[in-house]
């Protein structure tokens, strides 16, 4: 867990004009309200509190960053898809995240939260349609994965590989449970990929 448990908060960012110009890497983490993005951010970090878990779906109304040492950040989006906010604030916040996630020189890389009882929905695709283009590596946590059988999870698994395989060959999945901690070793490994790419 040495990526992730230096994790401190850095700053919040409600616009793109705010974001931080420290010229390193960043990792981003988006994901459709309640799929689970903060429990995984803060299984990662082995930090309770670290991202704001919230019974209300869409709570993320900013973009939070996490400082890691040594000029490396993980970027935790907001939620999409379920948040009950006016069609004015939806409206910014998709311009924000794609235009984020489409420009951002220091951004190596996009974790994407799928509920793994429910991957794939169109705001999961249109996520990954947003992202493809900038050539650079997306990983899925299939998450909850504790809340299927072993059958079910691996066919949640066997349906997303076969989808990347179609349009993203190059994007990888996994599964993830925030409460029985599985999946972590395998995602810090590919996020520590992105984020030391000389070590």
Not at 94 to 105: A, D, G, P, V
């Amino acid at each position: 867990m040495g990526l992730f448990s230096k994790a401190v908060f850095f700053t919040t960012v409600n616009d793109l004009h705010q974001l931080p110009q420290h010229g390193g890497r960043e990792v981003a983490f988006a994901g459709r309200s309640n799929a689970g993005k903060s429990s995984a951010i803060n299984t990662l970090a082995n930090h309770v509190r670290l991202a704001y878990v919230s019974k209300t779906p869409g709570r993320t109304q900013h973009i939070n960053y996490f400082d890691l040492s040594e000029n490396r950040y993980l970027v935790d989006l907001p939620g999409y898809g379920y948040a009950k906010v006016p069609p004015q604030v939806r409206a910014h916040w998709e311009n924000i995240l794609s235009t984020y996630l489409q420009t951002r020189t220091e951004l190596a890389g996009l974790v994407i939260i799928m509920d793994s009882r429910h991957p794939l929905t169109p705001l999961d695709e249109q996520m990954l349609g947003w992202f493809a283009p900038t050539g650079k590596p997306v990983h899925i946590l299939l998450t909850k994965s504790d809340k299927l059988s072993r059958q079910q999870a691996n066919a949640a698994l066997f349906e997303v590989r076969a989808y990347l395989k179609a349009h993203y060959p190059n994007f990888t999945v996994q599964l993830f449970s925030s409460l029985k901690k599985l999946g972590t070793d395998e995602a810090e490994a590919v996020i520590a990929r992105w984020i030391n790419p000389n070590d």
